[in-house]
């Protein structure tokens, strides 16, 4: 079974100064380069998961994936991944289901430091506009990533958010077939008009999956980052030019948020925070 979130695939055509905005955003160098022939991939290791920064190329690929499109842009999020503490059954069970699904793969994780990892992973692809392509890894329990993360920084994924014109298909994907836990389903109402919410649990990551008929295509419509102090946070940010929001409530009870308006590749970002 699907046990974990693993990652957050983002494309960049300007991978060293995407970096270096990651790297400020999060509040100190998390990060390890991979080097797979003339791709490069930035990990960016937090408590729940990993940014993988790759290298956008027009041709070529890049260590899963042929080249991934967003609206024909090569900036953004592209893809999602998890890890399955069974691979070989949960890939049996995939392809019975009829997914448009990868054989098993084996990749070499070449850091430049010349630590080398092996990893297994097989592709679920995306078959129509409102699907989205997913990457799932066998689980590696004596893998560890030390970091130590101050109250300052940005330590963890809070949610990931995606807009969807179809949420019953996602809903199906998530929970019937993945077995991602389905942890709300509810109608809001924000000021506007109805709008129906759900969220899925996985190790620690909300999936927050809204419902959305102005568009025909599923689309990522950004990520909220968890600060263990939020104000201290507020105030790094400021002095590394970001343009922040001012501090607020937020939607769940207990919780502040600030608004980050020019996070990396402007992918539409918010700092989460424990109100004190």
């Known amino acids: 079974m699907l046990t974990h979130f693993k990652s957050l695939i983002i494309t960049s055509d300007d991978i ?30 937090l408590k729940n998961g990993s940014v993988e920064l790759c290298e956008s190329h027009d041709k070529d690929d890049f260590f899963y994936f042929k ?40 990749i070499d994780y070449n850091f430049i430091d010349k630590t080398n990892t092996n990893a297994r992973f097989f592709k679920l692809k995306k078959t129509n ?39 019953v298909y ?28 759900m969220f899925f649990r996985i190790g ?19 990520v909220g980052w968890h600060s263990e102090n939020i104000s201290k946070c507020h105030k790094r940010l400021i002095v590394s030019n970001f343009d922040m929001s001012e501090v607020r409530k937020g939607r769940k009870p207990g919780t502040i948020v600030s608004t980050v308006r020019n996070a990396p590749l402007l992918i539409p970002t918010i700092i989460i925070g424990l109100d004190d």
């Open 16 to 45: 060293e100064k995407c970096n270096e905005q990651f790297i400020n955003l999060f509040g100190q160098d998390i990060s390890r380069l991979i080097v797979d022939n003339d791709s490069k991939i930035y990990k960016h290791y």
């Open 67 to 106: 080249k991934l499109t967003k609206y024909n842009q090569y900036n953004g999020i592209q893809a999602l991944s998890f890890t399955s503490d069974n691979i070989l059954d949960d890939h049996k069970k995939f392809k019975e289901m009829d997914f448009d699904i990868s054989e098993i793969e084996e």
């Open 129 to 167: 506009s409102f699907d989205l392509d997913l990457l799932v890894f066998e689980e590696r329990k004596n893998f560890k990533h030390e970091v130590t993360f101050e109250d300052f920084t940005i330590s963890k994924f809070n949610q990931i958010i995606i807009y969807t014109p179809n949420i």
């Open 170 to 197: 996602l809903k199906d994907l998530f929970s019937n077939k993945l077995g991602i836990r389905l942890a709300l389903d509810k109608v809001f109402n924000f000021g506007e008009k109805d709008i129906r919410m």
């Open 204 to 222: 620690g990551v909300t999936l927050e999956v809204i419902e959305n008929y102005d568009s025909k295509f599923l689309s990522y419509g950004g």
